[in-house]
C-alpha cells in the first residue's frame, strides 16, 4: 500500500512541475509580446504626434491606413542608417529587450532540461535499485532463503516481475516448508512403524524360539503360543493393510467410485464386520434409523470407516454394556452418532485420537492408533467430518455427511 501511494505521489509531483513549467513559459511569452507590442505603440504615437502637428491637414484615418498597410517600401530608407530592419529591429529599445529575453528564454531552457534531466536520472537510478533488488531476491532464493520483502520495492513497469518473483517465492516457499514436513512426518511414521511392529514380531520370535527348543513342551503352552503367534501376525497384517490404505490416500492413487448408496445398509454391513468382536465382548449394538437417508460416496470405503468406528467403540466398551447408533437426516446433512459406556477419553487425548499411530492413555494393548486416522481421512474425501464428545460415562462419535 505505502509503494501504490509513493507511486501516486511521485506521478503527481511530476504532472505538477510539467504544468508550472508550461504556465511559466506561457507567462514569460505572453509578457515579452506586450513589452514588445508597447515599445513599439509607443514610438508610433511619437510619430504620429510629430506628423500631425507638421502636417495637420492629413487625417487619422489616412495615418491608420499608412500603417496597416503593406505597400509601402522602407528598406532603402533605414538601409541608409545602417539598418537591416530582416535582422534588426528599428527600435532600439526592442532590440535590447530581445536580448533580454532571449538570456531569460535560454536561462528558462536550461532550467526546463535539468529538472527533467533529474526527474530522468532519478527514475533511472531508481529503476536500477529495482532491477538489483530483483536480483539480490533471485539469489536469495537460489540460497534457498524465501524470508523475502518484495513489497517493499516500489512499484512501477517491474512490478508485474516482482509479483511473479513474489509469487514463486511462496510457492517454493510452501515447497521446501512441505518438503521438511514430510521429511519429518516420515521419519515419525518410520518410527511408529518399527515400534509397531517390533513388539509383535519378538513377541513371535521368543514363542517361537520356545516351541523350536522344547519339542516335549506341554501341548496346552503350545497351543497357547499358537494361539498369541497368530494374534499377532492378525495385528501385523492388520497394520500393513492400514498402512497400504493410508499411503494410497497420501498419494491420491484412491480412485473413489462415487454413486448414491443407502447409509443405512451402509452401517448394517459395518455392524456385520464387527459382530464377532461384540460375541467375544458380550457387547449389544443398538441400531436407530429415524429417517431413510442416502449419500453420495464410494460404500466400500464408507463401510471401512465407520467398521473401525464401530471397532473402537466396541473396543472401549465395558461388557455386557450397548453401543448405540443413531442415524437422522435434514436439509443440510445426514449424521451418525455412535454411541459407547465405556471409560471416555481424557481431556489431554481428544485432541490428538484421529492423528496417526496416536495411543491414548485408556488405549486397549493391541491398539496401533491407526483405525480412527483412516476412519477421519474416508470421512473427509466423501465431503463429510467427524467430531468427538467424551465424558467419564462414556465416549460420542459424531458424522455428519453434507449435501452439495
Not at 233 to 258: E, G, Y
Request: aromatic share 8%; net charge neutral.
Amino acid at each position: 500500500m505505502k509503494n501504490k501511494i509513493r507511486l501516486k505521489q511521485y506521478i503527481i509531483s511530476t504532472f505538477i512541475v510539467s504544468i508550472c513549467l508550461f504556465v511559466l513559459f506561457l507567462a514569460l511569452n505572453i509578457y515579452e509580446y506586450k513589452t514588445y507590442t508597447n515599445n513599439f505603440n509607443n514610438k508610433i504615437g511619437a510619430i504620429i504626434s510629430v506628423i500631425k502637428d507638421k502636417y495637420p491637414e492629413i487625417t487619422d484615418k489616412e495615418i491608420a491606413e499608412i500603417i496597416n498597410s503593406d505597400e509601402f517600401e522602407t528598406n532603402d530608407f533605414f538601409t541608409k542608417y545602417g539598418i537591416d530592419i530582416n535582422n534588426k529591429s528599428i527600435l532600439i529599445k526592442n532590440d535590447k529587450d530581445y536580448h533580454i529575453f532571449l538570456v531569460i528564454n535560454m536561462s528558462f531552457l536550461t532550467i526546463t532540461i535539468i529538472i527533467l534531466l533529474i526527474l530522468y536520472i532519478r527514475y533511472n537510478h531508481k529503476k536500477e535499485n529495482d532491477i538489483k533488488d530483483i536480483i539480490k531476491c533471485i539469489e536469495q532464493i537460489n540460497k534457498k532463503n524465501y524470508e523475502l520483502q518484495i513489497d517493499s520495492i516500489s512499484e512501477d513497469e517491474l512490478s508485474i516481475l516482482k509479483n511473479e518473483i513474489y509469487k514463486t517465492t511462496i510457492m517454493l516457499k510452501e515447497s521446501a516448508e512441505n518438503s521438511n514436513k514430510d521429511k519429518i512426518n516420515l521419519k515419525k511414521s518410520l518410527e511408529d512403524i518399527s515400534h509397531q511392529l517390533k513388539t509383535p514380531l519378538t513377541s513371535i520370535l521368543v514363542m517361537l524360539d520356545n516351541i523350536i527348543e522344547d519339542p516335549d513342551m506341554d501341548i496346552n503352552i503350545r497351543n497357547d503360543f499358537v494361539r498369541d503367534i497368530k494374534r499377532n501376525v492378525v495385528n501385523i497384517n492388520f497394520l500393513v493393510q492400514a498402512l497400504l490404505k493410508l499411503s494410497k490416500f497420501d498419494a491420491n492413487t484412491v480412485h473413489f467410485i462415487k454413486q448414491e448408496n443407502d447409509l443405512k445398509t451402509i452401517i448394517k454391513e459395518s455392524i456385520k464386520n464387527v459382530s464377532p468382536l461384540c460375541d467375544l465382548r458380550n457387547v449389544n449394538i443398538e441400531f436407530n434409523a429415524k429417517d431413510k437417508s442416502k449419500i453420495v460416496c464410494d460404500a466400500k470405503w464408507q463401510i471401512e470407516a465407520i467398521t473401525n468406528i464401530i471397532k473402537n467403540a466396541v473396543d472401549h466398551s465395558k461388557n455386557n454394556s450397548t453401543v448405540t447408533i443413531n442415524l437422522s437426516n435434514n436439509n443440510v446433512y445426514s449424521m451418525i452418532e455412535i454411541i459407547d459406556k465405556g471409560e471416555g477419553i481424557s481431556k489431554k487425548d481428544i485432541s490428538h485420537i484421529f492423528e496417526r499411530f496416536y495411543k491414548g492413555e485408556n488405549a486397549t494393548s493391541d491398539s496401533i492408533g491407526i483405525g480412527l486416522a483412516l476412519a477421519k481421512t474416508i470421512i473427509e474425501e466423501d465431503n463429510g467430518n467427524i467430531n468427538v464428545e467424551s465424558n467419564k460415562t462414556g465416549t460420542k462419535f459424531i458424522i455428519k455427511y453434507f449435501k452439495l
